[in-house]
């Protein structure tokens, strides 16, 4: 049976470290004659919810762990299992071979992929998130969490299609590792790193001007203007700080004098240094002087 009871009050039991949010649950009715479901099986992560459509006050004990609930009428409470076993539960309260039953909670079998489309971006540019849960089922929750650098993780659901595939566009503002989440299971990580976009232009005989976009400031720090050299490949040949604008403060510029031969290729470079945790390095278009 997989039936998800909706209560008006319900109190949850979490037994062994299990986590509820994300796992099935299976429902059983304590009616006047006993248990609507007396052989019930999960698996660990799985909860158990127990309502009472009975008219007096019924208690649910499951031997072996620490699930005790306290039935009024119309109310129901649920237990999450954590550890494979075989356990009974049963209502002391009550009399009959109809108030007992056996719980059979198996090892978590499910699983669910992800893979992203590129490992790699600028800011701006969007990775499609895709993957499988094991039911192989449509209209599965798998539940995307990604983790921004030195940022809270944000979940994001997203429901199965034929043959249980699941994707997500994501359009990255910095690092940010992605783990996809489906009834307990965890799938692996994968990072969708970012690059700050960084622009260059010619905007006078000799100037230049820098433009980098990030999503927070990048005010302060040093971006290098190199050209390209047939032997060293790109040399720096001057350092620049970023200076804020009044529109926004996510776009930052600065300026560069340079006189090089007709023909040279010139281009901007920001390390890691000044862009770490939250970007990789980058580097601009080049422009021919």
């Known amino acids: 049976m997989r039936k998800m009871l909706m209560t008006t009050a319900v109190a949850v039991v979490i037994l062994v470290g299990g986590s509820a949010a994300f796992a099935r649950t299976d429902g059983v009715e304590v009616t006047k004659d006993g248990f609507s479901d007396k052989a019930v099986t999960i698996e660990s992560g799985d909860s158990v919810s127990w309502k009472n459509t009975d008219t007096v006050d019924h208690q649910i004990m499951v031997d072996g762990t620490s699930c005790t609930l306290s ?13 494979p076993g075989a356990f009974t539960f049963k209502d002391p309260t009550a009399n009959g071979s109809g108030f007992a039953g056996t719980l059979t909670v198996g090892q978590n079998s499910r699983s669910v992929s992800l893979a992203s489309t590129r490992s790699v971006g600028i800011l701006g540019d969007a990775a499609t998130l895709s993957g499988t849960v ?8 798998v539940t995307i969490l990604a983790h921004p650098a030195g940022q809270p993780v ?3 659901q997203v429901a199965t299609t034929n043959g249980g595939n ?24 994968a990072a969708v790193n970012v690059r700050p976009r960084i622009t ?19 005010a302060g ?14 040399v720096t040949i001057g350092q620049q700080q970023l200076q804020s604008i009044t529109r926004t403060n996510t776009t930052v510029v600065t ?5 090089v031969n007709l ?27």
């Open 71 to 83: 039935l009024e009428p119309g109310q129901s409470s649920s237990c999450t299992f954590a550890t």
């Open 221 to 234: 720090k040093t971006v290098n203007l190199t050209r390209w050299t047939p032997n060293a490949g790109w």
């Open 154 to 156: 944000q979940l994001t």
């Open 134 to 141: 094991s039911s192989k089922q449509a209209g599965e929750n």
């Open 166 to 189: 699941w994707s997500l566009q994501v359009q990255p503002q910095i690092n940010t590792t992605y783990q996809a989440q489906y009834e307990g299971a965890l799938s692996t990580s």
């Open 200 to 218: 260059l232009e010619k905007v006078g005989r000799a100037r230049y001007l820098a433009v980098v976009v990030a999503a927070r400031s990048m």
């Open 263 to 289: 023909g040279t290729k010139l281009r901007i470079f920001m390390p890691a240094a000044q862009t770490a945790p939250d970007y990789l390095d980058g580097h601009s278009n080049f422009v021919v002087n």
């Open 255 to 259: 300026t560069f004098s340079a006189s």
